[in-house]
């Protein structure tokens, strides 16, 4: 099954875009529907990156960026100065959503070159490496000097930063900033993480938005609603997995971008997936294939977990791990109070949520695996997946 969501390309203007592109060239791309279109994945791009350039654009004058390679695969990408200005007029609008005048400090992965903060180009940016409770009543500190109004974050910072907040809220030694939103990014911003955040600041905006390097899709959602592709921002198809989460569908995202003339890409396979329900409204982004994992049947399900109230309040972070089929350990970060009587609900809570399918181990830990730019990877995935591509497509035309 196919879900196609609201676009303003014409089947002119892609072959217009592509026309000078080799890659299509070559493979006889036509004027057709974009149903067309084979899809475009990401092992077709890696290593041939050139072929995806139009002949109308000079490579000295565009910009590259190098995916990060959350999936083990990272590719060149090459960007013209149209594309760049496009992604900062839908990253404004997003921000547009909380207010004007915004102040902002920034907690998405910051290293300061000197201490755990510094002031740049009109924005606080607070050290997410050096986050704990007695630096969180510095931030606090910086917030009301800087009169910070917003938050620019990754999920897995803002989480431990309001994890630590309320702790120090409940021993009444400060008091809520006001602020009025919290922007998220770059990463997976959970239910669990959007119901601490708006427990803390009921009466913020929180926008999350969904997006990549390639730029084939962008998505929000404000506070706990559903997810909604951008307008104009590109074409953007659901894909069915024939996977299911509690009766939702898993479905994967496919993109069309012909904004950026330089390197268009049509119909490309982003390897990230969401849960849709019944009413085909996007309920959550579930991440990438390497956010799955092989129960004790050997099956390839999303690793997503279902917590009790609750559960997770002595934890500050957590991360997935998984070797063994069958087999995943959570790694866990916990504050002072941390027992092993979280340990035992935690368990249960995984096991269940894995329909007992599924062995859990937990280690306490005081670091966990990031990404070159500070992204704290959900799941560390050992096993070999790639025949879950397989598995993926064989729904594609169903």
């Given at each position: ?6 676009y303003s390309?014409?089947?002119e203007?892609?072959?217009k875009t592509?026309?000078?592109v080799?890659?299509y ?19 077709d791009?890696?290593g041939?990156?050139e072929?995806f350039?139009?002949t109308k654009c000079?490579k000295?004058?565009?910009?590259r ?7 083990g695969k ?8 149209n ?5 900062e ?12 005048n ?7 992965g ?10 740049k180009?009109?924005?606080l940016?607070?050290s ?9 009543h510095?931030?606090?500190?910086l ?7 917003c ?8 989480s431990?930063f309001?994890?630590?907040l309320r ?12 602020i ?5 990014s770059s ?34 959602s404000?506070n706990?609603?559903?997810?909604h ?17 509690e ?18 890409l049509?119909r490309?396979?982003?390897e990230?997936?969401?849960e849709?329900d ?9 991440g ?7 129960n ?7 690793c ?18 998984q070797d ?6 959570l790694r866990?970060?916990g ?16 096991t ?12 306490v830990?005081?670091?966990f ?7 704290l990877?959900n ?10 591509r ?9």
């Amino acid at each position: 099954m196919r879900i196609k969501r609201k676009y303003s390309y014409r089947s002119e203007d892609i072959y217009k875009t592509i026309k000078n592109v080799p890659y299509y060239v070559e493979n006889n791309y036509g004027k057709g529907s974009i149903e067309s279109y084979p899809l475009l994945m990401k092992s077709d791009i890696i290593g041939n990156e050139e072929k995806f350039l139009s002949t109308k654009c000079n490579k000295l004058f565009l910009s590259r960026v190098a995916t990060s390679g959350s999936s083990g695969k990272s590719l060149n990408l090459y960007k013209g100065i149209n594309d760049v200005i496009k992604e900062e007029v839908f990253t404004d609008q997003a921000f547009s959503l909380i207010g004007k005048n915004l102040r902002i400090a920034v907690l998405r992965g910051n290293r300061p070159s000197k201490g755990i903060y510094e002031y740049k180009f009109g924005h606080l940016l607070l050290s997410s490496y050096n986050l704990s409770k007695e630096n969180v009543h510095e931030y606090l500190k910086l917030i009301k000097r800087y009169r910070i109004n917003c938050f620019h974050v990754y999920p897995s910072s803002i989480s431990i930063f309001c994890k630590y907040l309320r702790e120090i809220i409940e021993e009444k030694k400060t008091e809520i900033p006001a602020i009025k939103g919290i922007f998220s990014s770059s990463e997976i911003l959970s239910m669990e993480t959007k119901n601490l955040i708006l427990d803390l600041f009921p009466d913020i905006t929180l926008v999350d938005r969904y997006g990549m390097s390639e730029h084939v899709a962008s998505a929000i959602s404000v506070n706990k609603g559903n997810y909604h592709f951008q307008d104009g921002y590109s074409i953007v198809e659901l894909l069915d997995t024939g996977l299911k989460n509690e009766g939702r569908r898993i479905m994967e995202i496919v993109g069309t971008n012909i904004n950026n003339k330089a390197m268009p890409l049509v119909r490309y396979c982003t390897e990230d997936f969401v849960e849709v329900d019944e009413m085909n409204n996007i309920v959550s982004i579930i991440g990438r294939t390497s956010d799955f994992v092989v129960n004790i049947e050997g099956n390839i399900v999303p690793c997503t977990v279902v917590n009790r109230d609750d559960v997770l309040l002595n934890v500050i972070a957590h991360q997935h791990y998984q070797d063994k089929v069958g087999e995943l350990v959570l790694r866990i970060q916990g504050n002072e109070k941390f027992s092993g009587t979280d340990i035992k609900y935690i368990t249960d809570d995984w096991t269940r949520s894995f329909q007992n399918l599924m062995r859990i181990k937990v280690e306490v830990v005081t670091d966990f695996d990031r990404t070159s730019n500070g992204k704290l990877i959900n799941l560390v995935q050992k096993l070999n997946l790639d025949n879950i591509r397989t598995q993926l497509r064989s729904y594609e035309n169903n």
